[in-house]
């Protein structure tokens, strides 16, 4: 199931590296807007709330 306006996140912390996921938040992607005041506590507590694991594996959907 897809959002609303953007793709479906559910689990999306299992196949984007948080790398990829910080920068994407923060300067956005496409018609995404960026969200440049997120802190790194709350882009760390995001991803893990969407499967990912701070870093660590995974390979980019891009
Ligand atoms: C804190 C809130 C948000 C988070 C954590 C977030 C996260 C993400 C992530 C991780 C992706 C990449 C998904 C993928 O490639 O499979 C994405 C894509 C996208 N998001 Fe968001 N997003 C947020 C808010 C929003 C909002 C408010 C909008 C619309 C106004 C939006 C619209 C989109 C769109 C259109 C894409 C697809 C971009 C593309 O591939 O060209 N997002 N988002």
């Known amino acids: 199931m897809e959002g609303v306006t953007g793709p479906a996140l559910v689990n999306a912390g299992q196949y984007i590296m948080y790398t990829e996921f910080k920068d994407i938040v923060l300067g956005g ?31 980019s959907s891009v």
């Open 29 to 59: 992607k496409g018609s995404m807007p960026g969200f440049t005041h997120v802190s790194e506590e709350t882009l760390e507590a995001l991803y893990r709330y969407l499967g990912g694991t701070h870093g660590a594996l995974i390979s």
